[in-house]
Nanobody
Framework: QPHLNESGGGLVQPGGSLTLSCAAS????????IGWFREAPGKEREEISC????????NYKDSVKGRFTISKDNAKGMAYLQMNNLKPEDTGVYYC???????????????WGQGTVVTVSS
């Protein structure tokens, strides 16, 4: 299991953009799907996006489709979540998660990052 470290969170105004990064201790991510999960204040942790181990399949929660883009660089052991047109409801703690594969989904998680806080407010 890789150790995961998220970064890039912060305070941003509505309509702004932010890119989250996830660094994995493993040398490559070819055998791991990567998911981004969010815990909004007072709500359960939910999957926001997931990219398959190959990087060829990407899924998004309906509320972020067209605004967020998930990507990964398997060779570098890095994954990203680019967030555009942010809304106050996007506020929460974002977690990077890895599921050992090969797999195309993020239903099984083997490792979690510590989380990074994203606050969208004017």
């Amino acid at each position: 299991q890789p150790h995961l470290n998220e970064s890039g969170g912060g305070l941003v105004q509505p309509g702004g953009s932010l890119t989250l990064s996830c660094a994995a201790s493993v040398g490559a991510l070819d055998y791991y799907s990567i998911g981004w999960f969010r815990e909004a204040p007072g709500k359960e942790r939910e999957e926001i996006s997931c990219v398959s181990s190959t990087g060829r399949t990407r899924n998004y929660k309906d509320s972020v489709k067209g605004r967020f883009t998930i990507s990964k660089d398997n060779a570098k052991g890095m994954a990203y979540l680019q967030m555009n047109n942010l809304k106050p409801e996007d506020t929460g703690v974002y977690y990077c998660a890895a599921g050992r594969g090969p797999r195309v989904d993020c239903t099984v998680i083997d490792a979690w990052g510590q989380g990074t806080v994203v606050t969208v407010s004017s």
